[in-house]
T-cell receptor, first 113, second 117 residues
């Protein structure tokens, strides 16, 4: 079993829809949680960063972490065609004294105009 | 800042040839990572460095792969000899524990798309 599980999609939604992207994980030591967005033929870029449990909002994007369930989500409100990309969740355990981030395999999202 | 720079952007080579991928991290970052991305396996960490020293190379697939970081502004990933199954996109990323966004935030380069025929 992988440490981080993410549905690969593809997920296709109409413009303006609310999108929910999710990841589950098995390592309870993960403390930092991130979402990266990767456009086709580009490198991943950081979209959201959260520490421990709770919600974080940035414009149309909301990241949610539920450590008790080992479940994280990314919500996109009023989705736009420009949101079409692959979204990768990522998380890390800081107790090891070094940076090693574990990535999900990514969910491909297509927003149809 | 120009961000993480990788070269070449595309590489097509024949099986058995040596391939060298290059990376220039963001100035001031003390961590550098090499990843490989394929459709089947997603993003895989190959090796990472801290202050130019290799810390964890457990993701390097086999002895054909080697990585070096001779100084804080340059790293190479070498494959010798290359095989068709090495075809993938190779990303370099860098980070700093003092990053204002948050620790462990990694910044990726545009990647090198490698095709081994």
């Amino acid at each position: 079993q992988k440490e981080v599980e993410q549905d690969p999609g593809p997920l296709s939604v109409p413009e303006g829809a609310i999108v929910s992207l999710n990841c589950t994980y098995s390592n309870s030591a993960f403390q930092y949680f991130m979402w990266y967005r990767q456009y086709s033929r580009k490198g991943p870029e950081l979209l959201m960063y959260t520490y421990s449990s709770g919600n974080k909002e940035d414009g149309r994007f909301t990241a949610q972490v539920d450590k008790s369930s080992k479940y994280i989500s990314l919500f996109i409100r009023d989705s736009q065609p420009s949101d079409s990309a692959t979204y990768l969740c990522a998380m890390s355990d800081p107790s090891g004294g070094y940076q090693k981030v574990t990535f999900g395999t990514g969910t491909k999202l297509q927003v149809i105009p | 800042d120009a961000g993480v720079i990788q070269s070449p952007r595309h590489e097509v080579t024949e099986m058995g040839q040596e391939v060298t991928l290059r990376c220039k991290p963001i100035s001031g970052h003390d961590y550098l990572f090499w990843y490989r991305q394929t459709m089947m396996r997603g993003l895989e960490l190959l090796i990472y460095f801290n202050n130019n020293v290799p810390i964890d190379d457990s993701g390097m697939p086999e002895d054909r792969f080697s990585a070096k970081m001779p100084n804080a502004s340059f790293s190479t990933l070498k494959i010798q000899p290359s095989e068709p199954r090495d075809s993938a996109v190779y990303f370099c990323a860098s980070s700093s524990r003092l990053d204002v966004v948050g620790t462990d935030t990694q910044y990726f380069g545009p990647g090198t798309r490698l095709t081994v025929l």
